[in-house]
């Protein structure tokens, strides 16, 4: 029984889900996945989680910030960065964003650099969306370069 009312009101909470978002912006929190091809002798495997909040510019145009955490067992990257994005139809929204990264392995090598990335965001259901990004770090002599998959929730 306790299984049924929880599923339920999960349903419920996302059938019930603000104007908002649905229209790319508001509160929202995600976990990726992916490749990341590292100049540091590292695993090829990033996962990591973001907190973020975007807000309607003009018309199609949303921008937000975002706060993130990478691989946190073997090598830590902590991130901040603004985004920009367009809302190319009722399901779907391509951004680009541009912030900081601090990256620090099990050795204790600590760098500072930047992060660039882009991508796509597509509503799945309700508040509910996945998405496919690129990105870039750079942090002097070490490079990465990796494609992801995600998935998050507005709210």
């Given at each position: 029984?306790?299984?049924?009312?929880?599923?339920?009101?999960?349903?419920?909470?996302?059938?019930?889900?603000?104007?908002?978002?649905?229209?790319?912006?508001g509160p929202?929190?995600?976990?990726?996945?992916?490749?990341?091809?590292?100049?540091?002798?590292?695993?090829?495997?990033?996962?990591?989680?973001?907190?973020?909040?975007?807000?309607?510019?003009?018309?199609?145009?949303?921008?937000?910030?975002?706060?993130?955490?990478?691989?946190?067992?073997?090598?830590?990257?902590?991130?901040v960065a603004?985004?920009?994005?367009?809302?190319?139809?009722?399901?779907?929204?391509?951004?680009?964003?541009?912030?900081?990264?601090?990256?620090?392995?099990?050795?204790?090598?600590?760098?500072?650099?930047?992060?660039?990335?882009?991508?796509?965001?597509?509503?799945?259901?309700?508040?509910?969306?996945?998405?496919?990004?690129?990105?870039?770090?750079?942090?002097?002599?070490?490079?990465?370069?990796?494609?992801?998959?995600?998935?998050?929730?507005?709210?």
């Amino acid at each position: 029984m306790k299984t049924f009312v929880t599923l339920a009101a999960v349903a419920l909470a996302a059938a019930a889900t603000p104007a908002f978002a649905g229209d790319f912006t508001g509160p929202r929190v995600e976990a990726t996945a992916g490749y990341q091809d590292v100049t540091a002798n590292h695993t090829n495997l990033t996962y990591g989680a973001d907190v973020g909040y975007d807000i309607k510019v003009l018309g199609p145009i949303r921008a937000g910030a975002e706060v993130g955490v990478d691989n946190i067992f073997d090598r830590r990257n902590i991130n901040v960065a603004a985004r920009l994005g367009v809302k190319l139809c009722n399901h779907a929204l391509a951004y680009a964003k541009v912030g900081y990264a601090n990256y620090r392995d099990i050795n204790f090598t600590n760098l500072d650099g930047a992060r660039f990335a882009g991508g796509v965001e597509l509503k799945v259901l309700g508040p509910i969306y996945t998405k496919v990004e690129y990105r870039h770090e750079d942090f002097g002599g070490t490079k990465t370069n990796g494609a992801l998959v995600g998935a998050g929730i507005r709210f």
